[in-house]
């Protein structure tokens, strides 16, 4: 048998000297080094949080909770799913999750819901607990800048199993100029309730991605509601005219109203 | 024209040339979805045997996706050079592999037939490889690359500097910079996928890559991988715009849904070279592909994803690239399920763009919905190293927090270094050194006393 190794006190992690600059971001910055590879601490810690994202995916929306929410706030919803049968068919077949599942489609067009501007449709997508935590605070920021511009907002549609591209067909059943699917994003190792934001004009089935205008990252950590709201209605204003899609470029950052926003939202931090 | 063959009892029939390509494609999710799988294993195997005796001319006669109603189609077309491909005009599928592997396929003879081959025969010849013989083949290719370094000498590797922040926090991003440039990473680009598409955002993101890199005469370049005509406008208003990046895809239908076509593409190349902001050349685009692209856009013509994604390098090599990478396992488990077929994907990919003679990078990645994990990563990228990768990913611990999806890491990057003896890009090594960041080559321990940390000072 070997003797143990003498005990020198010098352990074999190289440390970075900047770790102070990890203020600065959640990335994995300064993680020190054992030889070339990682050293124990980071390789379990990565471990943890693929494993919390892994059950993140999984975890299906709590439909009842979001619908009872949205009546405190005096927004009429409906419910609606998508064609693909279970979590495992809609990660394995997004043609699925991007149609309405047949009785979906005919109760939305039983409706008799009047036209309207701008209708928002909540969608579990990828994590339905970015969706549990903030949709309901995106949009209760984007309502009072709609009314401002004098906009007819539909009932809220919530919608499991979805794609983005769902919204397409719900707007057009529900006879909307514009739809706004907010939808939970793929979860991150850092970031497991990020919520997307699609705006796309003219909705109908058949519509492509480059027909529509994203907003990413919407979470307090993230893009916070209030600017994620005014960037929405921007684009919303925007597009009304011209249309979405890559010819619509965002030019909200560079207005006034962007920049107080940003201001008073720094100062609120400190 | 059909194929058909008969394997004891059964007799195998396949309508078309596309038909059969699917068929004979090693098992993955997409071509499942697309519905143009063999539907059993013995199939499959029948498929590549109808396949290895196809001659190359066929696929000169019989194109995938009709002439007239694709421009990638006709690129393919009118490009392909007839005296390239003189050596090997008379072979199969088949006999493309086995000469592929032989030792008369150098180097040098290697480079010399791919303006001869079209996406669609690399696409047929992978599909009878086996994972090692998409390594060997590749690691004799040879493709080299200029802006401000020298990009895909042998033995060498490139890594790109993912420094991505959700925000576009300009302190977020530069100290993922900094921590990626004292890990010995950004040779390949400095790259940033922003998370706005807001133009103020993005000229401001260039601005600071730009100064950091005069200050400390960093032999790199950047790239804020945005749309193209974003990228235009930008270098309209005057932006440092040193790489244009798209994202890219084998039809010209699915091109379309990324908002884009060859025309603008070329206006962009033309555009960025204009500037003149190479030193050691001019490769000025940077193209990132994956399989399942035209699927996902509802535009791949029945055409399997792997011979979809092949007709994307065609695009990529009609604007001599700096870097071309798949980011094979970022679209999710519906068109690569597991680390498996994610791993064989990669082989490909890096083996179809060597062979077509594209600088040939992989995005060696994972999303939190696939059935992959961190093992997989490892298994691909020591792969890929051994196949002669022209570059990778380094993401602060493999974790992007804007893309929420996991790639590799500079960690990653030495370890594979340290394995296989694998340099950095000539000029960029030397400035390493130059900063006392490596010592020949490897990486050193730093102190506060180190230059480079005063970077944060300037944003």
């Given at each position: ?209 480059s027909?529509?205008n994203c ?31 890559v010819a619509l470029k965002d030019g909200s950052a560079a ?16 | ?144 690359t200029r802006f401000r370094n020298t990009q895909g ?5 490139g890594v790109r500097l993912q420094p991505n922040h959700?925000t576009d926090d300009a302190r977020g991003i530069a100290?993922a910079m900094l921590?990626g440039l004292?890990?010995?990473a950004g040779d390949a680009v400095i790259g940033i996928n922003p998370a706005s598409d807001s133009p103020e955002t993005i000229h401001t993101m260039l601005a600071m890559m730009d100064e950091v890199r005069q200050r400390y005469a960093i032999p790199t370049q950047s790239c804020v991988l945005t749309h193209v005509t974003s990228t235009l406008e930008l270098i309209r208003r005057g932006a440092p715009v040193d790489l244009v990046f798209q994202s890219i ?6 091109n379309?849904?990324f908002g884009i076509n060859l025309a603008v593409l070329g206006e962009a190349q033309q555009a960025a070279q204009q500037l003149g902001r190479g030193t050691v050349g001019d490769n000025v685009m940077y193209f990132e592909t ?22 994307a390098?065609?695009v990529a090599r009609h604007f001599s690239p700096l870097l071309v990478n798949?980011v ?30 594209l600088p040939?990078g992989?995005d ?26 022209h570059f990778?990913i380094g993401v ?6 804007m893309l ?21 890009a000539?000029e960029f090594?030397?400035w ?23 970077l944060?000072?300037t944003v």
């Amino acid at each position: 048998m070997n003797a143990p190794l003498p005990y020198t006190g010098i352990s074999p992690i190289t440390e970075d000297s900047w770790q102070d600059l990890a203020s600065h971001t959640v990335a994995r910055i300064a993680l020190g080094r054992v030889g070339a590879s990682l050293p124990t601490r980071e390789t379990l810690r990565f471990a943890l949080a693929h494993a919390q994202a892994r059950d993140a995916v999984h975890t299906p929306l709590d439909l009842s909770a979001l619908s009872a929410s949205l009546q405190d706030l005096q927004l009429p919803s409906l419910q609606v799913r998508s064609a693909a049968p279970s979590r495992a068919a809609y990660l394995q077949r997004p043609d699925q999750g991007r149609r309405l599942h047949p009785d979906s489609r005919a109760s939305l067009l039983a409706a008799g819901v009047e036209p309207c501007d701008v209708l928002f449709v909540v969608g579990d997508g990828l994590s339905a607990r970015a969706v549990a935590s903030h949709a309901l605070p995106l949009i209760a920021a984007t309502l009072p800048l709609l009314h401002e511009q004098g906009l007819r907002v539909g009932p809220v549609v919530l919608a499991t199993e979805a794609r983005v591209a769902l919204a397409d067909e719900v707007g057009e059943c529900l006879q909307a100029a514009m739809v706004v699917m907010l939808i939970g994003e793929r979860p991150g190792l850092s970031s497991p309730d990020s919520l997307g934001v699609y705006l796309t004009s003219a909705p109908q089935v058949g519509r492509m991605d480059s027909q529509r205008n994203c907003i990413s990252n919407v979470r307090p950590q993230g893009l916070p509601y209030p600017l994620a709201a005014y960037k929405l209605a921007w684009l919303i204003r925007a597009g009304r005219s011209g249309g979405t899609g890559v010819a619509l470029k965002d030019g909200s950052a560079a207005e006034q109203g962007w920049l107080d926003l940003q201001t008073r939202l720094a100062h609120d931090a400190i | 024209m059909s194929y058909a063959i008969t394997i004891g009892p059964r007799r195998y029939r396949f309508d078309d040339l596309k038909t059969l390509l699917a068929r004979a494609t090693p098992l993955r999710s997409g071509d499942q979805l697309a519905g143009i799988a063999a539907s059993s294993a013995e199939e499959r195997v029948a498929a590549q045997m109808c396949l290895a005796d196809v001659p190359l001319l066929t696929f000169l006669n019989e194109l995938l996706i009709p002439y007239e109603q694709d421009e990638i189609s006709r690129l393919i077309i009118d490009s392909h050079d007839a005296h390239a491909f003189a050596p090997i005009r008379h072979l199969t599928v088949g006999g493309l592999r086995d000469w592929l592997l032989s030792d008369a396929a150098s180097s040098s003879m290697l480079a010399s037939i791919a303006p001869g081959l079209t996406p669609e025969m690399v696409s047929a010849v992978s599909k009878l490889m086996r994972n090692q013989d998409l390594v060997w083949v590749a690691s004799k290719c040879r493709v080299i690359t200029r802006f401000r370094n020298t990009q895909g000498l042998p033995g060498h590797m490139g890594v790109r500097l993912q420094p991505n922040h959700p925000t576009d926090d300009a302190r977020g991003i530069a100290a993922a910079m900094l921590d990626g440039l004292l890990y010995g990473a950004g040779d390949a680009v400095i790259g940033i996928n922003p998370a706005s598409d807001s133009p103020e955002t993005i000229h401001t993101m260039l601005a600071m890559m730009d100064e950091v890199r005069q200050r400390y005469a960093i032999p790199t370049q950047s790239c804020v991988l945005t749309h193209v005509t974003s990228t235009l406008e930008l270098i309209r208003r005057g932006a440092p715009v040193d790489l244009v990046f798209q994202s890219i895809a084998g039809t010209e239908k699915a091109n379309s849904g990324f908002g884009i076509n060859l025309a603008v593409l070329g206006e962009a190349q033309q555009a960025a070279q204009q500037l003149g902001r190479g030193t050691v050349g001019d490769n000025v685009m940077y193209f990132e592909t994956g399989q399942g692209s035209a699927l996902s856009a509802n535009a791949h013509w029945g055409v399997d994803q792997q011979t979809c994604e092949v007709r994307a390098y065609a695009v990529a090599r009609h604007f001599s690239p700096l870097l071309v990478n798949t980011v094979v396992g970022f679209i999710g488990p519906e068109y690569l399920y597991n680390g498996k077929q994610i791993i064989r994907a990669g082989l490909e990919d890096h083996f179809c763009g060597k062979l077509l003679g594209l600088p040939m990078g992989c995005d060696i990645c994972y999303t939190n919905h696939a059935e992959a994990d961190q093992d997989d990563m490892d298994s691909l990228l020591t792969l890929l190293g051994t196949a002669g990768i022209h570059f990778i990913i380094g993401v602060p611990g493999a974790d992007d927090i804007m893309l929420g999806y996991q790639s590799t890491s500079f960690h990653d990057a030495l370890y594979l270094r340290q394995l296989l003896g694998l340099k950095r890009a000539p000029e960029f090594e030397d400035w390493l050194e130059s900063m006392a960041i490596t010592r020949a080559g490897k990486l050193q321990a730093q102190d506060h006393q180190q230059a480079l940390l005063q970077l944060m000072e300037t944003v």
